[in-house]
Antibody, heavy 122, light 107 residues
Framework: DVQLVESGGGLVMPGGSLRLSCAASGFTFSAYSMNWVRQAPGKGLEWVSSISTAGSYTYYSDSVKGRFSISRDNAKNSLSLQMNNLRAEDTAVYFC???????????????WGQGTLVTVSS | EIVMTQSPATLSVSPGETATLSCRASQSFSTNLAWYQQKPGQAPRLLIYGASTRATGIPARFSASGSGTEFTLTINSLQSEDFAVYYCQQYHHWPLTFGGGTKVEIK
């Protein structure tokens, strides 16, 4: 079964750091660009970051640029999101998602994890 | 940034009827548009990509069209499991952006 499983969420104080992980299985992880999308409580979806197959290219939303860092380990079929200097407005469920195709980083997301909740509060 | 605007915010429809959802882009692009369905407590599910291509396993009652700045998702003969929130997303240009969503509720 094709699957993405996020972990690493939790409660963190403003200004703190957290590292999210996404474990992939059931497909050739190294062939697909990967993404993080978040959803604040009761709100809509917000794209956060994307990374190319080899990790050579990374993209970020303006709201997280300079604070978050996306990375991947193709040998371990793992995607990560390092989140620094967290703010209250970063509180959300964070989903990892896989691109639909294996040939373009600009793509729809056809595989999603169940999400992990990050709460930034004192 | 391409701003995606969905309308209406809420759509009340009776089971068996047709729902028509709209998504408008602030800049024109071809067909790099996706539609997702999300139910409470669940991850989004891809319904449509390329503006009109159904994703794997998506029933034929879901159809979509459009290009440029105007896109439409149509759900024919609404089933109970179709009541959910629907999001459009452009993947034509960075940053990727989603619409605010349309909630399809039971009338």
């Amino acid at each position: 079964d094709v699957q993405l499983v996020e972990s690493g969420g939790g409660l963190v104080m403003p200004g703190g750091s957290l590292r999210l992980s996404c474990a992939a299985s059931g497909f050739t992880f190294s062939a697909y660009s990967m993404n993080w999308v978040r959803q604040a409580p009761g709100k809509g979806l917000e794209w956060v970051s994307s990374i190319s197959t080899a990790g050579s290219y990374t993209y970020y939303s303006d709201s997280v640029k300079g604070r978050f860092s996306i990375s991947r380990d193709n040998a371990k079929n793992s995607l990560s999101l390092q989140m620094n200097n967290l703010r209250a407005e970063d509180t959300a469920v964070y989903f990892c998602a896989r691109d639909t195709s294996d040939y373009d980083i600009l793509d729809a997301f056809n595989i999603w994890g169940q999400g992990t909740l990050v709460t930034v509060s004192s | 940034e391409i701003v995606m605007t969905q309308s209406p915010a809420t759509l009340s429809v009776s089971p068996g009827e047709t729902a028509t959802l709209s998504c408008r882009a602030s800049q024109s692009f071809s067909t790099n548009l996706a539609w997702y369905q999300q139910k409470p407590g669940q991850a989004p599910r891809l319904l449509i990509y390329g503006a009109s291509t159904r994703a794997t396993g998506i029933p034929a009652r879901f159809s979509a069209s459009g290009s440029g700045t105007e896109f439409t998702l149509t759900i024919n003969s609404l089933q109970s499991e179709d009541f959910a929130v629907y999001y459009c997303q452009q993947y034509h240009h960075w940053p990727l952006t989603f619409g605010g969503g349309t909630k399809v509720e039971i009338k």
